[in-house]
Structures are given as structure tokens and as C-alpha cells.
Nanobody
């Protein structure tokens, strides 16, 4: 059964960088769009970034524009989220998800398969 597996989370100081990876477990699973979301306790899951199959279109939340970059390597079935200039408010569990549509959407209900999440903690 195809799955999404996130990795790359960890503890970093303010201003630091991390790169998250989202790998699919099945070579035949290549969703049209892949999104990154994040969630903190007591809050709803928040859209971070998304990318289309060929990488031609991307979209970012205003809070991460200019600091985060999403990219996709279809040969390795992996989507990356490069996070630079991290802030304490970026602390969250980050999830990648496969989108239902060929166009980018920002609502969690538009994504049908989710990874288990990876914790990102930014300390001051």
C-alpha cells in the first residue's frame, strides 16, 4: 500500500535551516500535487506549501514566503521542503499529503493521503 513518509525534522535554533523530505513508499504512487501542512496542539492543520507534479507551479502560505522552498524530484518520488530563517513560530509537526486534484489547493480536505508527520522545533 502506498504511503507518504516524512523525515528531516529536528531541533534548530532561530535563524537556522532544516530540509524536510516526503518520500512515497511505492514507485507507482505519484500524486499530481503534494502539499506540506503543519499543526500545533490545539490548533487546526495549517497549509504551508504545495507543488504540482512537474514542479511548474508552487504556492506558499504568506507566513513562509521567502523563507521556505518546496521542490520535487519525480525520479526519486520525493518532495522537499527547504526551510530557512526559521522562527520559533515555525515550531510544529509537519505533514506531507497527496492532493486529490491536479491544481493546488490549500484546504486539508483536498488531500487524501497523509504521512505520519515529523516534529520541527525552533528554539530561541
Amino acid at each position: 500500500q502506498s504511503q507518504l513518509v516524512e523525515s528531516g525534522g529536528g531541533l534548530v535554533q532561530t535563524g537556522g535551516s532544516l530540509r524536510l523530505s516526503c518520500a512515497t513508499s511505492a514507485r507507482t504512487f505519484s500524486p499530481d500535487t503534494v502539499g506540506w501542512f503543519r499543526q500545533t496542539p490545539g490548533k487546526e492543520r495549517e497549509f504551508v506549501a504545495a507543488i504540482t507534479r512537474n514542479g511548474g507551479r508552487t504556492r506558499y502560505a504568506d507566513s513562509v514566503k521567502g523563507r521556505f522552498t518546496i521542490s520535487r524530484d519525480n525520479a526519486d518520488d520525493t518532495v522537499y521542503l527547504q526551510m530557512n530563517s526559521l522562527k520559533t513560530e515555525d515550531t510544529a509537526v509537519y505533514y506531507c499529503a497527496a492532493g486529490r486534484y491536479i491544481y493546488i489547493t490549500i484546504t486539508p480536505t483536498s488531500y487524501y493521503k497523509w504521512g505520519q508527520g515529523t516534529q520541527v522545533t525552533v528554539s530561541s
